[in-house]
């Protein structure tokens, strides 16, 4: 299964990603590591994107994961002083208060930022595996009310997701970068919700989740500290969930 699953991940990659040169969200979590290791191990040009404040949990950790992949990577720290102006200009750009619609646009802001300044037109993200593979703690509760639970959370959270890329990239534009989410292709999607639910989630009790992806990533070669490293959302370990809170 994990050979499939592999197979199916690379198809997609090199089924939407034209370019050899392209970006990649970089937090050093499982699931931006394991596509920057198989975009590399593809013969892509990978330069990891890595944004967030000033010694932020998501800087500190993809600087620490990198030391093993040593891949090119670059950071932007984010500028207190004219983060609540970049805030603002989001929100009246997305039109809407969603709070994480909010964070996800201003961290996808200041990735098409930092890409935009190396030259990188295309940035890749591992978006899909949290809402295909588990990775929410919400699933946690689905698990008990049993598999159909589970796909009305994941088709829910699937949903979400592929509007709030939409707003992302209307974001990213402003940099003419495009972001793309291979593991958003309907393909993948309808692939991945093929496997069990077991390989992702055990029970209510199961604080990692996503096995398989874990599994998988640790075959290709991510480093442990990555894989075997519980979930924090992009906005939180940027901290921008944080910052965005006092403004509101």
Known sequence: MKKELLDKIQNSIKENIVEKKIGIAFSGGVDSTLISKICSDLGYYVTLLTIGFSESHDILFAK????????????????????????????????TDNLSWNENCIAFYYVSKLAKSLGINIVVTANGIDELFCGYDTYRTAIG????????????????????????????????????????????????????????????????????????????????????????????????????????
Do not use: C, W
């Not at 994961?65 to 989001?90: G, S, Y």
């Not at 959270?157 to 890329?165: A, S, T, V, Y």
């Open 64 to 95: 620490e994961v990198n030391q093993q992949l040593k891949l090119v990577h670059h950071v932007l720290e984010i500028d207190a002083l004219t983060f609540q102006d970049v805030a603002i200009k989001i929100n009246q750009t997305i039109k």
């Open 145 to 248: 009310g049993g598999e159909s639970k589970v796909l009305e959370v994941m088709n829910s959270k699937l949903d979400n997701e592929i509007k709030m890329m939409k707003a992302v990239n209307q974001v990213a534009s402003e940099f003419d970068v495009k972001i793309i989410q291979p593991l958003l292709s309907s393909d993948f999607v309808q692939f991945a919700k093929t496997i069990p639910i077991s390989e992702k989630i055990h029970d209510s009790e199961d604080l990692l989740r996503k096995h398989i992806i874990r599994k998988l990533a640790r075959d290709v070669g991510v480093p442990e500290i990555s894989y075997s490293k519980r979930k924090k959302a992009l906005q939180y370990g940027s901290k921008i969930h944080k910052t965005l809170l006092k403004f509101r």
